[in-house]
C-alpha cells in the first residue's frame, strides 16, 4: 500500500513538534479532546433539522480509554466522523495559512515556540507523545469507514476498516519514555483526569473514562477490612462554567469558592465581576479583585494576566494582554467563541479582538471600582490598601497616558479628615479662593504632621494631603492638576495660607530685613539658593523649602535608588522675621559678625533637620550647640 506524504510545510511543523521544540507535550489532549467535541456540535447541529440522526444533545459523549500494556490511549467520540476526502483534506495538511504563521512565527529560533503552547496547532500535537497514531472513523450518512494510520512526517495512510457506529476513535500509541520524560504518565489515569480538567473541563459534551477505585469488600469484617479495587465510568469535567451561566443564578459562595480553587488563594476575592458582551467581540468575562495583596504582588516573580478561553477550551493560563498594567492585580477567565483555537486562524485577528476585550474590561473594572468607592467606601478604603500604589503607578506610567482614567480612584491620606479621600472630595472641601490642591510629602502622617512648614496651613484650616510613599508626588507631578486646580507642595515658599496670603507678604518686610538675608546668604554660601523671610512659618523660627523643580522627598527617593548620580533639590532657607530668633540673628548681623555666621550654619542645619536631610557635619552642629549654650 502505497504511502502519501504530508504537505511540506505540515511535514516542517511535525518535524519541529516531534523534536520536542516545545515542552508543553500535555497540551495534545486538549487538541483532541476539542476535536471530538467539535465532531459532536457538528453532528448535534445537524441533527436539529435532520430527524434520522437519531440523537439528541444529551447522547454525545467523548470516551477516554488507557491500555497501559498495549501503550494505546484512545479518544473516542460519536461525533460527525470522516469520510476518505475528509480525511485526505483535514489530516494530511495542516491548515494553510496557519503553518504560514507558524513558520514566521517560530522561525529557526527554537525559543519562540511558545506560539504552540498559547494557541495550540490541533490533530498534529498528538505526534508529540505518540510514535503512531490511528484514526478510525465513519461519517455520518456513510455506510464505509476508514482508517488513517501515521507514524509521523515519513507518510499517511488510508485504507477502508469496520466500524459499526458513527463517529472517531483517535488511537494514540504512547512513545517509551526517556530520560527527559516520561511518556507513560499519559497512560495514567491520574494524570488523564488532570489534564481534562486542567484544559477541558468546560467542554459541554461529558468526557468519560474508567476510573479505577478501592472499596472495603463487603463482607469483610469492620475490624479486619479487606479492600478490593473496582472500576467505574466516570464523568471528567465539570462541563458548564460557571461563567457562562446567569450571574443572578450563581450564589456568592459558589463563586468563591471558583475563585479560591481556581486561583489558589485561601481567601475569598473582594470584588465579583460578571461580564457578558456581545457585539463586535462576544465573550464572558469573570474577574476577581482579591481581598489581599498576593505576598510577592511587586516583585518579579508575580505573574499578572486572565486565563483565555474559547469556548471553554483553555488557550492561555496568564494572558497578560487583557489586562492593563494598572490592574494587573485583577485575576479570572474570560471566554470567547470568537477566538480560535488553533494558529491556522490568523494570529492578527487574534491581536484585534484580545485588544477590544482588554479595553472593554479596563472600562469594566475602572467602573466597578468607581462603584465601590461610592458605595462602599470601607471596602474601597481595603482595597486601596491592598493595590491603591499600583494605580498611582498608573497614573505615572506611559507618560500619564492612563491618568484621565484613573485619577477619579486615586485617594490621599488628608490632614483635616484623618483618612485617606478621593480627589473630588478635597475639591468639594475647598475653601472661597483657594486656588491649589496642597500636598505635603514625608515619610509617615506622623511625621508630616509635625513639619513646621505646614502650621500656617493648617492654622488656617486649610486641607492638605500627606504624600508617604514614593510615587505619591510623582502623581501629582503627572496628574498636574485635577478639575483644573493645580497641585502644590504646602512645604514649597509658594504655598502660604489662602485668604491671608497678601497680608502676610506686607508684613513679612522683605526689604526692611535685606541686609540679613544677604549676610546669611553669604554665610553659607552654595549650599542654599536663596534666604528669604518665610510666608508659611508661624510659630517655629525656620525651614527649608525646596525650588520649584525636584522636591526633598523626591531626592530623598533618588538618592536611594541612584547614589551615584543623586539629584539634588534647590534649598531655600526660609526664615521668620517675627520670631525672637531672627530678631537674635539681626542683632549679631551688626553687633558679632563671626557669631551670626555660626547662627546662620545653625538655624540652615536645623532646615536640613527638620526636612528629614542629612547634615554635612553632624558632629560639627553639635559642636556649635553646644558652644552656644555656653
Ligand atoms: P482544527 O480543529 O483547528 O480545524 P485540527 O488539526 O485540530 O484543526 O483538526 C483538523 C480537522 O480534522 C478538523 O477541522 C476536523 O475537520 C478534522 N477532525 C479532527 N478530529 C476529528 C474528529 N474527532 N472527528 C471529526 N473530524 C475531526
Ligand atoms: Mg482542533
Not at 290 to 312: H, I, M, R, T, V
Amino acid at each position: 500500500m502505497a504511502k502519501k506524504q504530508f504537505k511540506a510545510e505540515s511535514k516542517r511543523l511535525l518535524d519541529l513538534m516531534v523534536n520536542s521544540i516545545y515542552t508543553h507535550h500535555e497540551i495534545f489532549l486538549r487538541e483532541i479532546v476539542s476535536n471530538a467535541s467539535d465532531a459532536c456540535d457538528k453532528l448535534c447541529y445537524k441533527a436539529l433539522t435532520d430527524e434520522s440522526v437519531g440523537l439528541g444533545r444529551k447522547d454525545f459523549k467523548i470516551e477516554i480509554r488507557a491500555d497501559k500494556d498495549a501503550r494505546l490511549l484512545t479518544v473516542s467520540d460519536n461525533g460527525v466522523g470522516m469520510d476518505k476526502e475528509d480525511l485526505e483534506r483535514n489530516l494530511g495538511v495542516i491548515a494553510s495559512s496557519g503553518s504560514f504563521q507558524f513558520k514566521q512565527e517560530v522561525g529557526d529560533d527554537a525559543k519562540d515556540t511558545d506560539v504552540i503552547g498559547q494557541f495550540g496547532v490541533g490533530f498534529y500535537s498528538a505526534f508529540m507523545v505518540a510514535d503512531h497514531i490511528t484514526v478510525v472513523t465513519k461519517k455520518y450518512g456513510c455506510d464505509t469507514a476508514y482508517m488513517w494510520q501515521s507514524s509521523g512526517a515519513d507518510g499517511y495512510t488510508v485504507t477502508e476498516c469496520e466500524k459499526d457506529a458513527v463517529g472517531t476513535d483517535i488511537i494514540m500509541h504512547i512513545r517509551p519514555d526517556t530520560d527527559d520524560e516520561k511518556y507513560s504518565e499519559f497512560l495514567e489515569g491520574w494524570r488523564i483526569q488532570e489534564l481534562v480538567r486542567k484544559y477541558s473541563d468546560y467542554i459541554r459534551f461529558p468526557i468519560r473514562m474508567e476510573v479505577s477505585k478501592t472499596r472495603k469488600k463487603e463482607d469483610s469484617p469492620d475490624d479486619k477490612p479487606e479492600y478490593e479495587t473496582y472500576s467505574e465510568v466516570e464523568t471528567l469535567n465539570s462541563m458548564v462554567p460557571i461563567w457562562q451561566r446567569q450571574k443572578s443564578k450563581v450564589k456568592k459562595e459558589e463563586y468563591d469558592k471558583f475563585y479560591r480553587d481556581k486561583f489558589s488563594d485561601y481567601a475569598d476575592p473582594q470584588r465579583v465581576i460578571a461580564v457578558s458582551a456581545e457585539g463586535t467581540v462576544t465573550y464572558k468575562a469573570l474577574l476577581f479583585i482579591p481581598s489581599q495583596q498576593p505576598f510577592n504582588y511587586y516583585s518579579k516573580d508575580f505573574e499578572a494576566g486572565l486565563q483565555l478561553y474559547s469556548n471553554g477550551v483553555l488557550i492561555m493560563d496568564k494572558c497578560a494582554d487583557l489586562l492593563p498594567e494598572h490592574f494587573r492585580f485583577v485575576r479570572g477567565v474570560v471566554d470567547s467563541p470568537d477566538l480560535s483555537l488553533n494558529i491556522s486562524r490568523e494570529l492578527l485577528q487574534h491581536d484585534r479582538q484580545l485588544k477590544v476585550i482588554a479595553s472593554n474590561l479596563d472600562k469594566k473594572i475602572r467602573a466597578d471600582l468607581a462603584k465601590m468607592m461610592k458605595d462602599e467606601p470601607e471596602d474601597y478604603a481595603k482595597f486601596w490598601k491592598n493595590f491603591g500604589r499600583q494605580l498611582k503607578y498608573g497614573v505615572v506610567a506611559d507618560f500619564g497616558t492612563h491618568k484621565a482614567d484613573l485619577q477619579d480612584l486615586l485617594l490621599f491620606y488628608s490632614s483635616t479628615e484623618k483618612k485617606p479621600v478621593s480627589l473630588a472630595d478635597y475639591l468639594s472641601r475647598m475653601k472661597e479662593g483657594q486656588e491649589s490642591i496642597y500636598y505635603a510629602a514625608g515619610e509617615t502622617v506622623e511625621s508630616i504632621d509635625r513639619l513646621p512648614q505646614l502650621e500656617g496651613l493648617k492654622d488656617a484650616g486649610t486641607e492638605i494631603l500627606y504624600f508617604t510613599e514614593d510615587v505619591d508626588e510623582f502623581t501629582a507631578q503627572t496628574l498636574m492638576t485635577y478639575q483644573e486646580k493645580k497641585f502644590l507642595s504646602a512645604l514649597s515658599g509658594d504655598a502660604a495660607p489662602a485668604e491671608d496670603g497678601e497680608k502676610k507678604q506686607e508684613e513679612s518686610g522683605e526689604d526692611d530685613h535685606k541686609a540679613v538675608f544677604d549676610f546669611v546668604k553669604e554665610a553659607l554660601g552654595d549650599q542654599v539658593k536663596e534666604v528669604k523671610a518665610s510666608k508659611i512659618l508661624k510659630s517655629h523660627p525656620v525651614c527649608l523649602t525646596a525650588g520649584a523643580g525636584l522636591s526633598f522627598e523626591m531626592e530623598k527617593y533618588f538618592a536611594a535608588v541612584q547614589p551615584e548620580q543623586a539629584l539634588k533639590a534647590d534649598r531655600i532657607l526660609e526664615l521668620n522675621t517675627a520670631h525672637p530668633v531672627f530678631a537674635a540673628l539681626e542683632r549679631a548681623v551688626t553687633d558679632d559678625p563671626e557669631k551670626a555666621k555660626k547662627y546662620a550654619t545653625l538655624l540652615f542645619d536645623q532646615g536640613l533637620l527638620i526636612a528629614g536631610l542629612p547634615l554635612e557635619d553632624p558632629s560639627g552642629y553639635t559642636d556649635l550647640v553646644c558652644e552656644l549654650l555656653v
